[in-house]
């Protein structure tokens, strides 16, 4: 009989899901999230200053606007589609370049990171026109309608060009990654222009680039012409899918799952922020930019900084405070004066790891249970219209309620935000308290242990 020990269901499954969360696309994704945080709160900020007369109706207040800052109101807009209206670009790009950067280093290729933002938008552009196959032949789409306008192929709206903005993210992640793909065969088979070592490596990288951009160009015009004569187009078909996993993640129970995960994950020691937010951030950044637009979608932008994960995973706040001010066990009590600013930040690795909250049974429920209770209250109070729609994109260290706020725009934000840190508090209690005592408990037979011996 072999001695060796079968491996268990635990150490499969984190093997497993750390090997997704180490995946070159996983990173990839998580990097492109990263780098347009700072785009969209310049965003948020600007278009916040258009809607402050919704938010301060006071008529003082809305007179003072409109006779100073409000006069500038279209120069916010501007600034906000600058930004949030070309969303797919910055996504899209951003992914290609992280995505280049890691092959480049992992498997020594001659890859230029920004020739992969360039020819993945190259690749996003080629599908954004909308043609149809008409006549034998592909054709322009001309709409001419109210909320529904399409001037030679290409759609616009009040923000710019209708597919490289919200809409376009998912078809830009699609194109960055098929882009990359064929980059990154091109210079691993030697499928390049190669220019004397005189030549200057800006002008040598470009004409690399060449023979990877032409086969791209090919590929995706070829991918496009198939569908249209088909009746369809890039855009239309991913819809499809995505479409069903936005309305999954649109849904409570969708949420409620989603939460779950996160939870489940981080108890196994796995990152499941990042896990599980590299399957929705390209979703809550898409509703957040049509709820701007008056869309009502609950799960949207910093949904889980600014109501659930108050602070950090696991919605541990109160739970931290407590143990700073009233916990009676040595361990605690010092942990939670390390933990107690960071904690105000949404930080709280020492407490996930130090106190722990891995791998520990008696916090299992209450680590699960918090955000879970907390995400309901809020898509509640969203759903039914209580607390304004995320609009804005607050940066997620932002403090409780301030984040609220700032997301929604509203004080009613605020308000939900404190009120789910409450909530959260009262679910850890029991547990935290029993965990305190049995840490007590320890302590004083330590203590007792160690005097008997002197």
């Not at 078909?237 to 939460?259: C, D, Q």
């Not at 840490?439 to 008997?452: G, P, T, V, Y």
């Amino acid at each position: 009989m072999s001695d060796t020990a079968k491996p268990s269901f635990k150490d499969n499954m984190m093997k497993y899901l750390g090997k997704f969360s180490g995946s070159r696309f996983v990173r990839a994704i998580m990097g492109a999230g990263y780098s347009i945080i700072a785009f969209s709160i310049i965003g948020s900020m600007f278009l916040i200053l258009t809607v402050l007369p919704q938010v301060i109706k006071a008529d003082w207040f809305v007179d003072f606007y409109n006779a100073t800052i409000g006069r500038f109101n279209n120069i916010y807009t501007v600034i906000y589609n600058a930004t949030m209206g070309i969303i797919a670009i910055f996504f899209a790009g951003s992914f290609a370049y992280n995505y280049a950067d890691i092959y480049r280093k992992e498997e020594n290729l001659l890859l230029d990171p920004l020739n992969a933002v360039f020819l993945t938008l190259m690749g996003l552009f080629i599908t954004v026109p909308q043609l149809i196959w008409k006549g034998g032949q592909t054709a322009w789409v001309n709409i001419l309608k109210d909320g529904n306008v399409v001037a030679n192929g290409y759609g616009v709206s009040g923000s710019g060009l209708t597919r490289i903005g919200a809409t376009g993210i998912f078809t830009g992640l699609i194109v960055a990654w098929l882009t990359v793909q064929i980059y990154r065969y091109c210079m691993k088979h030697n499928l390049r222009i190669k220019m004397p070592a005189s030549v200057p490596a800006g002008v040598s990288n470009s004409f690399s680039a060449m023979i990877p951009g032409f086969l791209i160009a090919f590929i995706i015009a070829v991918i496009d012409v198939i569908l249209i004569v088909l009746g369809t187009d890039i855009f239309q078909l991913l819809y499809i899918p995505f479409s069903f996993i936005s309305n999954i993640a649109g849904s409570w129970w969708g949420v409620l799952i989603i939460f779950f995960l996160i939870g489940l994950l981080w108890w196994f020691g796995i990152h499941g922020a990042t896990i599980i937010s590299s399957f929705y951030q390209a979703i809550v950044l898409s509703n957040m930019a049509a709820n701007a637009h008056g869309a009502h979608l609950v799960f949207a932008g910093e949904f889980t900084n600014a109501f659930v994960f108050m602070g950090g995973s696991g919605a541990t706040l109160g739970m931290a405070m407590w143990m700073a001010f009233a916990a009676k066990s040595k361990q605690l009590h010092e942990l939670g004066k390390l933990e107690a600013v960071p904690a105000i930040f949404n930080i709280n690795e020492p407490i996930l790891f130090g106190l722990p909250i891995v791998y520990n049974v008696y916090l299992f429920v209450p680590f699960l249970l918090a955000p879970m209770a907390c995400s309901m209250v809020a898509y509640a109070a969203i759903a039914l219209r209580i607390v304004p729609v995320i609009r804005f994109q607050q940066p997620w260290p932002t403090p409780i309620g301030l984040g609220g706020m700032i997301a929604t725009a509203s004080w009613q934000g605020f308000v939900l935000a404190v009120v789910n840190a409450i909530i959260a508090f009262f679910i850890w209690y029991p547990f935290i308290k029993h965990y305190d005592n049995k840490l007590l408990k320890q302590e004083q037979a330590d203590e007792a242990s160690n005097a008997a011996q002197k």
